[in-house]
């Protein structure tokens, strides 16, 4: 914990209990995983717990939620399926898991949000209207489908929550 090895008698142990009952399960998982590589030691601050809470879940994943959910709702009743124009490793991402190198694993899925985040923005997709913001909108929701997919295993209830705002149940990439 902060550069230090956790003892009791030095009494720097964290509680996970507290921890959950804080932030929820699913963000501390998220942060354990992402910030310490699988079976290595780590260290732990709950000001980087916050601080990767509030840029990644936060401002990256929950805004690509919220900003795509919302366009969408706003101006269509469906989306129609349409040309894929984003792209993501998921071979790499396989790859990474296999290896059990789920920091990795999760850091290739989050920046694939953040260029999602970038195609909103690039695209100024509140912008356009009819075909064209139906097309941009219609890769956001899939790219979203594909990320409830790919954080399920670090983040289910998260996962769930997304499916749940999409109207669909966990698919299979």
Known sequence: ????????SLGNVVSPEYLV???????????????????????????????????ELANELGNLVSRTLSLAERNFKI?????????????????????????KSLAEIFKFIQSCNQYVNKN????????DQETKLYNLLEALRIISVLVNPFMPETSEKINKQLNIKLGKL
Request: net charge positive; aromatic share 10%.
């Open 79 to 103: 989306v129609k399926k349409q040309k894929i124009e984003l792209k993501i490793k998921l071979k790499e991402i396989k790859n990474l898991m296999d290896n059990f190198e789920l920091d």
């Open 21 to 55: 009952k804080k932030y929820g399960a699913d963000p501390l998982r998220y942060f354990l995983m992402r910030q310490i590589p699988f079976g290595q030691d780590g260290d732990f601050s709950e000001e980087a717990l916050v601080r990767r809470l509030n840029d």
């Open 124 to 131: 100024k997709i509140w912008e356009l209207k009819g075909r």
């Open 1 to 8: 914990v902060n550069g230090q090895k956790m003892s009791k």
